[in-house]
């Protein structure tokens, strides 16, 4: 059994990749319908660092959702509440911006500890804990904020979360140097590995799939990321929020794919009696799901504030309502037990290309509500009705 | 003759890539107790599940006649208006409800207005639950009444959707002998008023005692149909009849070299329950087991044989424990099953699918889950060691699979108990607690799951072995434990004890209470 007969089953490709091929159809379809205004380089650049702050939260609510189908309403919240503290303290209060950065986060943090406290070992459920959340947090925001706007200017702040990075002698021209440069080396890395990868297991005598299909999979990898840092290094080149985005993304996945510690959320979701008796504490598992969220939220009202360059008392409004429903456009379990962190970033993205296709269009903001809704309901219906076919209960 | 009331022809179903029934054909006749026997997997569920529409008309092929009229159910409704009632294994009852809610669940009884008449809902409940010898109010919720009790409000309910065949899908499976031999009763008195049952079961001297035909089946095809004082009807038939060959030795054979040391000792074991604190699960039980030693633990259900282990198991049952827990020799404080398990304990949960396995998840992973730091560096998994050790403890327990990468929901009966015994093999215990260890699988399975047991103690470990079957802990211990009602009522080497001592204890002590 090491090769496997290269006999091509469609529907199962269809199913097993339908929301990429979802997120394919509607990127070429604005991409006609906005005459393809939407694939120019700012647009491009700019998509995933609008949908920076839901990729971010959603790496944390994925873990939630993991533990079985639980959610954290509260982060909306927590931004205005952390957005509000950094501005205030940096502008009204002149404080360094690294100091005030550090204390956010572990303001974040503490309020993840406090949610993860009720709701991993008092057991009192995630939901009516973190809309108590989202009711408080909401409101100390606003009082931070005394229900004002509050502006950041501060240089050192900005730096840290959204300048674009400038090296000298390479990003001085129309073409920036330095995407083009990272994206040939992120390619290049994303070849070799597949191919080394491959030669450990055959060495092993593991059963791996056809060579045609992992080096047609990584090589379309490697071309997007080729296409994408070309469309970066014509714009304003790579941004610091980018990289906070990609690294936030890059260490989930890894946490949820690799670890011991990631495996135990889905153990949880999937049995939670069993994982007891397996000798996993699962109490300190929903704990820190929910104490990862809230320091996630911290970090994401940073990035937020630091974008848009100031916080009000609405700052972060339904933010919540975008990572839930990319997680579940993502294919993650409403059940909780299976979900991954590709998954969850197709969903953010279908989501982006779906905002902004509309917005370039000028289509009232009202459809956009009534898309996103429509979206996640098929992607759900989808994937409970193929699963069920498929002979999974 | 009697009358023919249910024959099914030439039935052949198939699902994505199997082929569950092939050419089955069942003739049912009026006022018999009919028992269909299989192993796992061998299709009876699925057979059932076409008479009663489960399946509806078309997803088959073959045909369904019942009291002689061609049959084409398209819904389970369809089959219940002409009389045709299952009782699934998993009771379907809803334990927030009362009884009567329950039984009347789909079908209310309405008045002119279109409400509920709960007067009439009440009276009827009452009405069919006598039929069946309960004597509770109709209004008692689910929930505060026994398994057994459970087991005859869906025969209640099926009375009251005028049942003429009763299916009966493992009835017993969840009952202790008493309660099983109640409901075996009743079905007996029932069959003498008319009733036609088709009873599914893996427990042969319930057949015995009860049957007047049996349909064996096996890979999805009917074997053959014994009939009560014409055929032999005796197990070691019906067992040749299941497995295609004859099974001289039910259990097998094993060296007896319990070695002097003691491995596991309680003193003084006293168990609360956890939500009412002055109701006492286990009353002051000592006992001890020895290297290379199975010891069995008997009693009906609720005896606190479950709970006893669970406690010792990290406390992961009960509230306030007392008592001294031994292993080694060594005095022992367990708070976690994490610390059971490091300890070399191990606990093979009672219902493999609700606390043993994650069903959703490959064999891999749930065979690692209980000591996934075996195949960590610093915190991440080595697929590659993950992947070896599945397959080792795959090969070692026997356990059928295309690959170690199936889902564990999709394996049969005893499939899936190899699975729970690998992933707790993986632990390398030195005490090994197992619970209702062939529950529900086929009677290979079992045999097999028994050579693993032997293989174990004669590795020097010892045994916990909570059974409801007698014949299995007779067959199987070195020792028995005689638990009832949260007491130890005797200790007894097996070479003197019969099925009958050990349900002498029990009943004698039930007596005095």
Known sequence: ?393 | MADVILEMKSITKEFPGVKALDNVNLRVEAGEIHALIGENGAGKSTLMNVLSGTYPAGSYTGDIYYEGKLCQFKTQKDSEALGIVIIHQELALIPLLSIGENMFLGNEIKNSMGYIDWDRTYSESERHMRQVGLNESAQTLVKDIGTGKQQLVEIAKAFSKKVKLLILDEPTSSLNDEDAKMLLDLLIEFKKEGLTSIIITHKLNEIIYCADKATIIRDGSTIETLVKGVDEFSEDRIIKGMVGRSMEDRYPVREHNVQPEVNLEVKNWTVHHPLYPERVVDDNISFHIRKGEVVGFSGLQGAGRTELAMSIFGRSYGAGITGELYIGGQKVDLRSPQEAIRRGLAYVTEDRKTNGLILGESIRFNTTLARLDKVCRGGVIDVDQEIGVAEQMTKDMGTKTPTIEQRVGNLSGGNQQKALLGKWMFTEPDILIMDEPTRGIDVGAKYEIYCLINQMVAQGKSVMMISSELPELLGMCDRIYVMNEGRLLAELDTKDATQETIMGYIIRDTNKA
Not at chain 1, 138 to 161: C, E, Y
Not at chain 1, 221 to 237: D, N
Not at chain 1, 304 to 311: E, F, H, I, N, P
């Open chain 1, 1 to 393: 059994m090491t090769e496997r007969k290269n006999s091509f089953d469609l529907v199962k490709f269809l199913t097993k990749y339908a929301m990429v091929i979802a997120l394919v159809v509607v990127f070429v379809l604005f991409a006609v319908l906005t005459k393809g205004m939407l694939v120019q380089p700012q647009n491009m650049s700019n998509l995933l660092l609008q949908q920076g702050y839901v990729l971010v939260l959603a790496c944390g609510m994925l873990l939630c959702i993991l533990t079985g189908g639980n959610i954290d309403l509260s982060v909306g919240s927590v931004i205005c509440l952390v957005g509000g503290i950094a501005a205030v303290m940096v502008t009204n209060m002149h404080m360094p911006a690294i100091p005030v950065i550090l204390l956010c986060l572990v303001i974040g943090l503490m309020v993840g500890l406090w949610q993860g406290y009720w709701i991993g070992y008092v057991r009192i459920p995630p939901f009516i804990t973190t809309l108590g959340g989202m009711f408080i947090f909401r409101g100390l925001g606003r009082m931070v904020l005394d229900s004002k706007t509050v502006a950041i200017q501060d240089p050192t702040f900005l730096n840290i979360f959204t300048a674009y990075i400038k090296i000298p002698g390479l990003d001085d021209g129309k073409i920036k140097l330095s995407p083009i440069i990272v994206g040939v080396v992120v390619a290049a890395w994303v070849l070799l590995s597949t191919a080394k990868s491959r030669r450990d297991r055959a060495k092993k005598g593991y059963r791996q799939n056809s060579a045609l299909a992992d080096f047609t999979k990584s090589g379309i990898i490697a071309a997007l990321i080729l296409w994408y840092c070309w469309m970066l290094s014509q714009y304003r080149g790579i941004s610091v929020m980018l990289l906070w985005v990609v690294a936030i993304c890059l260490i989930y996945n890894f946490i949820t794919a690799k670890t011991a510690f990631g495996r135990y959320f889905y153990a949880v979701g999937g049995n939670e009696k069993a994982t007891k008796l397996s000798g996993i504490n699962t109490d300190k598992i929903y704990f820190l799901a929910y104490a990862n969220m809230g320091l996630l939220a911290g970090l994401c009202g940073l990035l937020v504030t630091a974008r848009l360059g100031s916080v009000d008392g609405n700052a972060g409004t339904s933010y919540e309502m975008d990572a839930i429903g990319s997680c579940f456009i993502g294919g993650a379990s409403a059940y909780g037990g299976s979900g991954t962190v590709g998954g969850v970033v197709i969903g953010a993205l279908l989501l982006g290309v779906i905002n902004m296709g509309m917005s370039i269009m000028g289509l009232p903001d009202a459809w956009k509500y009534v898309i996103k809704g429509g979206v996640l309901l098929i992607a759900v219906i989808f994937d409970v009705v193929t699963s069920r076919k498929s002979g999974s209960k």
